[in-house]
């Protein structure tokens, strides 16, 4: 079956595609973020190279999420910080790199024990979390955050950490290794 977007079709609203967002899933899940990520709501953000934005600067979690965005386009994102439409959970942002779109839940992470139940929190918003360390944080506790995260949340796909200048992406299939602890930790602590 092909799918033809048609150039008189009405362009969908921007909270509607978001809430399509808990029910799409294989090719009809990256096709909707597409049409997010494209919608005409979004604008680059003043002073900034590859952000987008719909707004929100007033929200509490701006700058948090500013400061992942700007990691994020030093690794060669491109940036769409999504908007929190009443009633509805959404994920915070859309990163694009070579054409593939991917929906990132942000936890930053600033004590020294909290990684896991942040990523808890995450669950039923989207299967991808991004970890923006902004604290020393125990490679080992970390590991083993992340491994009860994969068992806590079975549509689980990536996490994603930014440390410092350094980003490691850990999926499912790495933590079912019995070397992930050792493994991780090596990169992690590198």
Known sequence: MCLVVSESLPIRDLDSLLEDLHTAYGSGFVWTLKEIAAHNEFKPLTDETGIYTVGGKNSEDYESLLNAARKAVEHGYRVFILPNPKGTRTADFIFERKGVYRLYDLKTIQGKASAGNRMNDS?????????????????RILASDIKAYFENNPDAVEVLIFKGKKVISVIREHTESSMF??????IYEK
């Open 181 to 186: 602890n050792r493994l991780f930790r090596k």
């Open 123 to 139: 669950i039923g918003q989207t299967n991808r979390v991004l970890l923006n360390m902004t604290s020393d944080y125990n490679a």
